[in-house]
């Protein structure tokens, strides 16, 4: 589910805390994306690359979306 989701989704920035303890990845997205499947990806990004470190991981996101 989460890769359908976010395989369209553009990164525009991905910035780290001087104390390495917080990572905040910036993202744009023409779908919007339920905040539940947002905080899902915050945990994969932090199981797969942090592991058991103590790290805040955050997704930013902005969205384009067409009006109707």
Known sequence: VLKNLF???TIS???MSKQQDRM???TSSTHFIEKQYV???EEE???QIWGTKKVVVKIIES????AL
């Open 63 to 66: 969205y384009q979306l067409s």
């Open 7 to 9: 395989e369209e989704v």
């Open 13 to 15: 920035k991905i910035v």
């Open 24 to 26: 905040r990845i910036f």
């Open 39 to 41: 905080f899902q990806m």
């Open 45 to 47: 990004i932090l199981k």
